[in-house]
């Protein structure tokens, strides 16, 4: 079963097989040195699978959702933390389970400013 989740400006990005044009935010010395080290991938689409794993941790059950879809409005603070999350259409059953996974969520903080402002008002779809 494949789970798409897009966010705001990451909505094409995320389907073009994950390529962006930004310049990475840290020198290939500090990528190699990095906990979090995906060095091939951009912050942006690294922080979009973030996202998307750590909503997917709290999403249970998601077997009854097959071929269902959500979209969902989600206005980040800049340690990651959800400060809203409202549906805005799709399957309501898959909406309430995702929106409980979404307060359960341990988003961690954007890797950077840009990213953050990418990220801070964001459209996630759920397409399971």
């Given at each position: 079963m494949k789970k798409i989740i897009k966010a705001g400006a990451i909505l094409t990005l995320l389907s073009v097989n994950g390529c962006v044009t930004h310049k990475p935010t840290q020198t290939p010395l500090e990528?190699?040195?990095?906990?979090?080290?995906?060095?091939?991938v951009e912050p942006i689409p690294r922080y979009a699978q973030q996202i998307k794993s750590a909503i997917e941790a709290r999403l249970y059950d998601e077997s009854i959702y097959a071929g269902k879809s959500c979209r969902l409005k989600l206005r980040l603070a800049r340690?990651?933390?959800?400060?809203?999350?409202?549906?805005?259409?799709?399957?309501?059953?898959?909406?309430?389970?995702?929106?409980?996974?979404?307060?359960?969520?341990?988003?961690?903080?954007?890797?950077?400013?840009?990213?953050?402002?990418?990220?801070?008002?964001?459209?996630?779809?759920?397409?399971?």
């Amino acid at each position: 079963m494949k789970k798409i989740i897009k966010a705001g400006a990451i909505l094409t990005l995320l389907s073009v097989n994950g390529c962006v044009t930004h310049k990475p935010t840290q020198t290939p010395l500090e990528q190699q040195n990095s906990v979090d080290n995906l060095s091939d991938v951009e912050p942006i689409p690294r922080y979009a699978q973030q996202i998307k794993s750590a909503i997917e941790a709290r999403l249970y059950d998601e077997s009854i959702y097959a071929g269902k879809s959500c979209r969902l409005k989600l206005r980040l603070a800049r340690n990651g933390q959800v400060m809203s999350a409202i549906a805005e259409g799709g399957n309501p059953n898959l909406c309430a389970a995702a929106l409980a996974a979404i307060k359960q969520a341990n988003i961690p903080a954007a890797p950077d400013d840009d990213t953050y402002m990418v990220f801070k008002n964001s459209v996630l779809d759920f397409k399971l």
